[in-house]
């Protein structure tokens, strides 16, 4: 009999300690699927969101084909005209707007851009009577090598360079607008080539060393494993933002060989471009003939949009005193 209890009990204990394992098994399974669960989430996210990116860069390019700018000249009746040159080893696209008798309005946009940004500038009839009109899609962005970019100022000044003294016959005074990363572009032109400039605009100008915003995921979209995946136009953007203050940190020493009058304008509430860019300027731009610095109150960085009637204003300004000279 007291064997028969015996059996009996080591019976349940065996199903007990089974009951505990099945349990453990259970729990470890749950876990486990959990885990599982929120890897396969991830999964899709990350899946989404390079299909995400992919569509981005299909329809955000912030260009224009030359056939939409081709019906834009036609429908606004503009004497324009799309060309495509090579320069230090790129294939640069422009446009030319009006008479080669005319000065010369050469627009340098920023970043993330093109030469697109411009189209309502090409129609504006006081700049039209008063300027022939050049504009390029600087290396990287527009139809210049689209998402593959040229982080150094200097080579892209040097290949814009060729727009006014090989290209055309730039008939002076030239005036160069340059906008936000443009406008150390502008700058260097007029550094390394003073006899091509007579005067400079400059918008919400990144031009002193580290004071523009840089986003802390900036250097991990460099990773070639996410980089592949990136719409082409931060991927010039992005680039070109990480080299920026070396690249500015180079022109240090040429600030003195600027010696045409400068227009300043910027966002007093830049979010983007530090505003100390205009203390920089005052210290640096000591051979400028003239400094003018404005500030627009509660704009932010992006004035080309909303404050074109003020920045026509500082470059007929800036003719009607270069024409004077």
């Known amino acids: 009999m007291n064997m028969f209890f015996v059996k009996v009990e080591c019976v349940i204990c065996c199903l007990e300690?089974?009951?505990?394992?099945?349990?453990?098994?259970?729990?470890?399974?749950?876990?486990?699927?959990?885990?599982?669960?929120?890897l396969m989430t991830l999964l899709v996210l990350i899946i989404l969101f390079i299909i995400a990116c992919f569509v981005f860069d299909h329809y955000v390019q912030f260009r224009k084909t030359d056939k939409e700018l081709?019906?834009?000249?036609t429908d606004n009746h503009l004497p324009g005209r799309i060309g495509y040159y090579t320069a230090q080893g790129r294939k640069l696209r422009y446009v030319s707007i009006g008479s080669d008798t005319l000065p010369t309005l050469l627009l340098i946009h920023g970043s993330p851009a093109s030469m697109s940004l411009?189209?309502?500038?090409?129609?504006?009839?006081?700049?039209?009577?008063?300027?022939r009109i050049l504009a390029v899609d600087r290396p990287g962005y527009g139809y210049s090598g689209f998402g593959d970019p040229e982080p150094s100022i200097q080579k892209q000044s040097e290949m814009i360079r060729v727009l006014l003294d090989s290209l055309n016959t730039?008939?002076?005074?030239?005036?160069?607008?340059?906008g936000s990363f443009g406008?150390?572009?502008?700058?260097?032109?007029?550094?390394?080539?003073?006899?091509?400039?007579?005067?400079?605009?400059?918008?919400?100008?990144?031009?002193?060393?580290?004071?523009?915003?840089?986003f802390w995921f900036a250097r991990i979209i460099?990773?070639?494993?996410?980089r592949w995946f990136m719409p082409r136009i931060f991927k010039s953007a992005n680039t070109e933002k990480l080299a920026h203050k070396?690249?500015?940190?180079?022109?240090?020493?040429?600030?003195?060989?600027i010696h045409v009058p400068v227009m300043y304008l910027q966002g007093a509430k830049d979010h983007l471009i530090d505003t100390s860019n205009a203390s920089f300027a005052r210290e640096k731009l000591v051979n400028a003939p003239y400094l003018n610095i404005y500030f627009f109150a509660n704009r932010q960085h992006y004035l080309a949009q909303y404050e074109w009637p003020?920045?026509?204003?500082?470059?007929?300004?800036?003719?009607?005193?270069?024409?004077?000279n």
């Open 17 to 38: 300690l089974r009951s505990i394992m099945d349990k453990k098994k259970s729990g470890s399974r749950r876990k486990w699927r959990w885990l599982r669960r929120i």
């Open 70 to 73: 081709n019906q834009f000249f």
């Open 118 to 131: 411009y189209r309502g500038r090409f129609r504006d009839p006081d700049i039209l009577k008063t300027f």
């Open 170 to 178: 730039a008939r002076h005074p030239i005036i160069v607008v340059g």
């Open 183 to 214: 406008a150390p572009i502008a700058c260097r032109l007029a550094m390394d080539h003073p006899e091509l400039v007579d005067g400079l605009v400059l918008t919400g100008p990144a031009i002193g060393p580290g004071r523009e915003k840089v």
């Open 222 to 226: 460099e990773y070639p494993a996410i």
């Open 246 to 257: 070396k690249e500015l940190e180079k022109m240090l020493p040429y600030w003195k060989n």
């Open 310 to 324: 003020t920045i026509k204003d500082r470059i007929l300004k800036m003719y009607e005193m270069v024409s004077s």
